[in-house]
């Protein structure tokens, strides 16, 4: 009987983030509290369905790019907003978008055309920081996780600085927002090595290739000669 890859849990799980996300964006012009807990719930479910892919033997191919897609889009349609909610600050938010869809997609694709199953698989013995973050489940929760709070906190702090917090007298999501910038910065410096990384395996993969070509080439001439 064949598999329906469709209805695999991980799989399920994924378009439930894709649901919440969407539910997320439909309030987030009037309802910021509605609609972060609908963007958060759906970055919550992220840290599940990989485990689970594992832990039920249903790794596929079709909820990696689910995966990979609704982390992205989520991320990319919150900048969006906060490119309305703080157009001065407009530069930055489109950098953010750009920069996270160019280096994981340089980085999908060149781990995919050297043969690897996985863009968190891929040979990375060359670059220790990218080797830690890709293979430390902690830090890569964290940076994500810290990621996402930064620019949630900061659409809900356009409409609220959140509870004040006594001893300090700031607003928690304020607090949270600060708390997490430099994680979040720190995220992008990453991303900056990981397109770094991925046009150096470009690099390599267009040698190998004109290395062959023009191996190929010399044998042709020298059969020529012969």
């Not at 609609?35 to 840290?47: E, I, K, Q, V, W």
């Not at 781990?111 to 489940?137: E, F, W």
């Amino acid at each position: 009987m064949t598999e329906n890859i469709y209805l695999f849990v991980p799989n399920i799980i994924d378009y439930l983030r894709i649901l919440f996300a969407f539910i997320s964006f439909y309030y987030m012009p009037t309802e910021p509290s509605t609609a972060t807990a609908f963007y958060l719930l759906s970055g919550f479910l992220d840290a599940f369905d990989g485990h689970l892919a594992r832990m039920l033997n249903q790794c596929s191919k079709l909820g990696a790019m689910l995966d990979q897609l609704t982390d992205r889009i989520t991320t990319m349609c919150l900048c969006a907003t906060l490119c309305h909610l703080y157009p001065n600050y407009m530069l930055f938010f489109q950098f953010a978008m750009a920069l996270d869809i160019f280096s994981h997609w340089m980085h999908c694709q060149s781990a995919v055309q050297r043969g690897s199953t996985s863009h968190k698989k891929i040979d990375l013995s060359a670059n220790p920081i990218l080797r830690y973050y890709y293979h430390s489940q902690a830090v890569l929760f964290t940076m994500c996780a810290a990621n996402e709070l930064f620019f949630c906190m900061l659409y809900l702090n356009y409409f609220s600085t959140g509870p004040i917090i006594p001893i300090i007298g700031v607003g928690l999501w304020k607090l949270i927002w600060v708390m997490c910038f430099p994680l979040a910065v720190l995220k992008m410096l990453i991303s900056c090595i990981q397109l770094g990384a991925a046009c150096e395996n470009y690099a390599i993969m267009d040698r190998e290739d004109r290395s062959k070509q023009t191996t190929g080439q010399t044998i042709e001439q020298q059969k020529k000669l012969e």
